[in-house]
């Protein structure tokens, strides 16, 4: 049908007479196959055509209708459309519909853009249901844990909806919506003495939303996964040890060694994640899947079961998706950024019998060049499983093109096709940097986009343009519980005496916590460290700033935990200085030189000299992150040396908007 708004008024009169005649269900099967456009122009025939184009029952089929077709994705958490009231239901279906067109045109550039800039670096946050936004921030003097309405947001209020403070940097975090409530199990803390898991929600109280804490435990870190009552850590009093945590009752299930033991390369540092399948525990590290009972009952233990090798993984995102049938285990499906570019693993019930290789294929190939052979990393996958997205570096990383957005279809078969991709630039100098270090999350469904990073800069991008606020409140409010309250978190900042702010001098006072260990060193190896010479030419990289050599041990190489240097020593020949440090419960060495390798020994009082050569080779377990290293070090300096159109230092940016909330309590 062509577009009503261009027929004279005796046609639109017949147009009106003809459908009218055909009764009301008859005009809601015809309205099913027109256009969205046609139906709004179709209301404004006549009294009787615009009723029948307002009736409820019109929008829940056309959603119906919408989910059935291959690709198309609704909202999840979306239990009951008839519950919608109808104009909520149309701005949904007119939404999803505009969002579907620009993934077939391949245009995902956003129509909108709201900013929030925050006064401390962000280290997590998670996009909810469409419309509530969790963002974790902080720098070395306080730690805090913020929520926003995006409802409001979208109407130019930025106010946070609740926040409170946290006695610690939130390294990692999981959310899950349960019977109770909304759930974050956020992982604090670096060192053995500041190690946590505080279990959160957010709940309505006095007529304000308060984040209130649910349980607390002391001496795990690192969280891979929270799923009901389990949560899976991977820090343990400063060691790695992968163990999962019944939060409830704080029962702790230790998961034993698989065949070959834990102390081999590739299982010494921090697996890429842990979830549950099926009922059995998996853990994914680098190339392999480790499948493990979990009790039935509390005085049972986690046993193993099975491992299956993988293409060498460097990131990885857990797809979730429905089995076409209740008597069938949906698979395990696991999309992976690879050195061959984007792989997705299936895993089926049978796969665990079959053989030792899990399936995989390739649904995207990342274009190879010398200099950049990882230019893809933060992937993300939304809530249906069935889409997905990660940032690019281009090919080569070149700080005169900044990095964008590429969005993907993920594949539901091993047969389909490579998928085509969507990219997207943020590169406006008001957006926030991609090369900063970001944490990303987006809602597939109704095609949200949010972005932050070191420097405080929080972005919320619409690639829809139809009023994003008619979909507000899809799901239920999940705050409104009359459980009682629970502690709160403090509202006033807790002192954290973290390391040094990059904008500061490196303080050589740090040095003196160096060198502690009571252990036999002879030459070559020294602790003089910041002598004119022989010192130690990198003392200032081991704070864990971003992009530091701390940084990148915990990120590149999957060691999080306190580094504490404890010698170095040169090498004359190749110009190179070795560093031995200690974390968690392993010595390593680091060598820095044209090509840097990392080496380490048991932590074990049988090791007298402490001779580099006698070390195990420790390999990368994420490559990308050196892509973003190299990226943040172009770029940086590009814009602080004004090779850009203006010139800049965002760390001083975010310094300035600290000082004025410091002032003003508010967020600029």
């Known amino acids: 049908m062509n577009d009503l708004s261009g027929f004279g008024a005796s046609q639109r009169h017949s147009v009106a007479m ?82 579907d067109r620009k993934w077939t045109v391949g245009d995902l550039a956003p129509v909108n853009v709201w900013h929030l800039r925050l006064p401390q670096s962000i280290t997590w946050l998670r996009l909810v249901n469409g419309t509530w936004l969790f963002v974790a921030y902080s720098d070395n003097h306080a730690s805090k844990i913020s929520c926003w309405d995006l409802s409001l947001v979208f109407q130019g209020f930025i106010e946070p909806l609740a926040d409170a403070f946290l006695p610690g940097q939130v390294k990692t975090g999981k959310l899950e919506i349960q019977d109770d ?9 670096i060192d053995c003495e500041s190690l946590s898991v505080h279990v959160i929600t957010l709940r309505q109280h006095r007529g304000h939303h308060v984040f209130s804490e649910l349980s607390r435990i002391e001496g795990s870190s690192h969280v891979l996964m929270l799923c009901g009552s389990f949560i899976a850590c991977a820090l343990r009093k400063g060691a790695i040890e992968p163990h999962v945590i019944n939060w409830k009752n704080h029962l ?19 697996p890429h994640l842990m979830t549950i399948w099926s009922e059995l525990l998996v853990v994914l590290r680098k190339d392999t899947l480790e499948f493990y009972n979990l009790p039935s009952t509390t005085n049972s233990s986690i046993s193993f079961v099975k491992i299956l090798e993988t ?34 693993c299936v895993v089926e019930r049978h796969t665990l019998d079959d053989g030792p290789t899990c399936p995989s294929f390739c649904v995207a190939r990342t274009p190879q060049h010398p200099s950049c052979k990882d230019p893809w990393y933060r992937l993300c996958i939304g809530e249906t499983g069935r889409r997905g997205l990660w940032i690019t570096a281009n090919d080569p990383p070149n700080p005169r093109f900044p990095p964008h957005f590429i969005y993907m279809t993920v594949p539901l078969e091993s047969s389909d096709p490579e998928m085509s991709r969507i990219s997207w630039s943020n590169d406006e100098s008001d957006h926030p940097a991609l090369w900063g270090i970001p944490v990303v999350d987006f809602d597939e469904a109704l095609g949200l986009t949010v972005v932050g990073n070191c420097f405080g800069e929080l972005a919320v991008y619409d690639h829809v343009g139809v009023r994003p606020e008619g979909c507000a409140g899809l799901a239920t409010d999940f705050t409104a519980r009359k459980n009682p309250i629970l502690p709160l978190l403090p509202n006033m900042p807790i002192s954290l005496a973290l390391s040094a702010h990059p ?48 940084w990148l041990f915990e990120h590149a190489y999957g060691f999080p935990g306190a580094v504490i240097p404890q010698a170095f020593q040169d090498d004359d020949v190749y110009s190179w200085q070795h560093l031995l440090f200690r974390s968690g419960g392993r010595y390593f060495v680091f060598t820095l030189g044209s090509n840097p390798e990392l080496r380490s020994w048991p932590l074990t009082p049988t090791i007298s000299d402490f001779d580099v050569r006698d070390a195990d080779p420790e390999a990368y377990t994420r490559r990308t992150a050196l892509t973003e290293c190299s990226l943040y070090a172009a770029m940086f300096s590009r814009e602080t040396q004004g090779q850009g159109e203006i010139k800049r230092n965002r760390w001083i940016e975010l310094a300035d908007r600290a000082r004025r909330v410091a002032g003003n309590s508010q967020i600029g």
Request: charged share 20%.
């Open 311 to 344: 293409p060498t993984i460097w990131e990885a995102a857990i797809c979730n998706t429905l089995s076409a049938s209740p008597c069938r285990v949906a698979p395990l499906r696991i999309i992976a950024i690879t050195s061959l570019g984007v792989e997705l």
């Open 503 to 550: 904008l500061t001098e490196p303080d050589p006072s740090l040095v003196l916590q160096w060198s502690q260990d009571d252990i036999p060193l002879a030459e070559p190896w020294s602790t003089n460290w910041i002598a004119e010479y022989p010192g130690y030419w990198n003392w200032d990289q081991w704070q864990g700033v971003p992009c530091d050599f701390a």
């Open 18 to 99: 003809t459908l009218t005649s055909l009764g009301e269900y008859l005009i809601l099967l015809v309205c099913l196959e027109l256009p969205l456009g046609d139906i709004a122009s179709l209301r404004q025939v006549c009294r009787t055509l615009c009723e029948a184009t307002r009736a409820k029952i019109l929008w829940i089929k056309f959603l119906e209708q919408h989910v059935r077709d291959e690709g198309k994705v609704l909202p999840p958490y979306i239990k009951r459309y008839d519950s919608l009231d109808t104009v909520t239901l149309e701005a949904l279906a007119r939404r999803i519909s505009r969002l």
């Open 181 to 189: 409530g909304v759930v974050l199990a956020l992982g604090l803390g």
């Open 252 to 270: 702790v299930l230790d998961i034993p060694p698989p065949p070959g033991g834990s102390d081999i390369p590739g299982r010494r540092s921090v």
